[in-house]
């Protein structure tokens, strides 16, 4: 069994962890001293990458309009990027159409219906990620049995629809995005509230 001795590196490690924990004072002071410094660091990173070459610091220029910032001088304006939102008419009915497809194939599983084939009816409506998801869903789970309504839109985005579709159980609200000119997947779902 070894012998622990206060001497040698390992004894002057000890001494310097030890030396805040021995009062609640030393502990105090330690912290303090370490948030000081993490705070002037923090200033200093700050104060050297702020300046300009004329000594100023820049300051963000007016807005030129709705949805353009101000661009530096010679530069093209620059469009903010932030989702807008589309009137519920503009829904479009290919998306609305693949809802319905959709919940009547997430609907539809008859006694005995494996998942894997209850994912392969759900195949061609859904992308790719999710339907790594539902590959793993148990369909005797699935509580509807069919398709009680029209698909009715929520949320219109440029290229994603949340829509609503009712069944004889549950009302189901579901994203759909735009995979490409005129394909549109489900990549979620989940009951409606």
């Not at 002037?40 to 300051?59: D, E, H, K, T």
């Not at 998942?115 to 509807?144: H, K, M, R």
């Not at 009680?148 to 609503?164: I, K, L, N, S």
Request: glycine content about 10%.
């Amino acid at each position: 069994m070894p012998i622990r001795t206060r001497r040698g590196r390992a004894a002057a490690y000890r001494a310097l962890w030890e030396w805040p924990l021995h009062s609640p004072a030393r502990l105090f002071v330690v912290l303090a001293v370490a948030v000081a410094v993490v705070i002037g660091l923090s200033y200093l990173g700050g104060a050297v990458g702020s300046p300009s070459p004329g000594g100023r610091a820049l300051q963000p220029a007016p807005s030129a309009g709705p949805g353009t910032t101000a661009p530096a001088p010679g530069a093209p304006p620059v469009t903010e990027l932030s989702p807008r939102s589309l009137p519920l008419s503009d829904a479009p009915p290919v998306a609305l159409a693949v809802a319905e497809r959709w919940t009547q194939a997430w609907a539809t599983h008859p006694a005995g219906t494996t998942p894997q084939q209850w994912s392969a009816g759900l195949a061609p409506y859904t992308t790719d990620e999710y339907l790594g998801v539902l590959a793993e869903v148990d369909p005797a789970n699935v509580p509807g049995n069919a398709v009680t309504g029209p698909a009715v839109p929520v949320e219109v985005r440029p290229e994603a629809v949340r829509v609503q579709v009712p069944t004889d159980a549950v009302r189901l609200e579901l994203l759909l995005v735009q995979v490409g000119p005129g394909d549109w997947r489900v990549s979620g779902y989940d009951r409606a509230s």
